[in-house]
């Protein structure tokens, strides 16, 4: 029985360590000296947790077109701010300011979202809101 329990203990504290794995900090993935605006075309936008993302086809300097992946709040955090799977649909148009990737890829977590032509904010965290 005893060995039992100690192995059941193990389990329990591997599978944990597993989860919390699963998640990482803002400041480990994304740089604050790295502010970004995007603006382009709505690819599509995956609702999944822990994090939302947006992937925007946005216009490169040199002309080509580069994909960005851009990380938003969970869904439910989503949903409460309003927005829902019929909010963004791929083919708009958005501007999305945030922040860049640590390792320089094409990948950002957002601050805000809005549509380009209209201006409309679709959604913008605490803190941006309040600039």
């Known amino acids: 029985m005893r060995k039992l329990v100690i192995i059941m203990t193990g389990l329990v504290a591997l599978m944990a360590s597993a989860i919390s794995l699963g ?4 400041s480990a993935e994304f740089d604050v000296g790295r502010p970004v605006e995007l603006s382009g075309t709505v690819n599509h936008m995956e609702w999944t947790n822990p994090h939302a993302w947006l992937h925007l086809d946005v216009q490169a300097e040199d002309g080509s077109t580069q994909t960005w992946a851009i990380e938003f709040l969970g869904v439910n955090a989503l949903v409460r701010s309003g927005m829902s799977p019929k909010t963004v649909k791929p083919g708009d148009k958005l501007t999305v300011t945030g922040f860049g990737s640590r390792d320089g890829t ?14 409309e904010t679709l959604w913008a965290s605490a803190s941006s809101s309040r600039q």
């Open 106 to 119: 094409n990948t950002a977590n957002a601050s805000s979202a809005k549509r380009t032509d209209s201006g």
């Open 23 to 26: 998640h990482h900090s803002f």
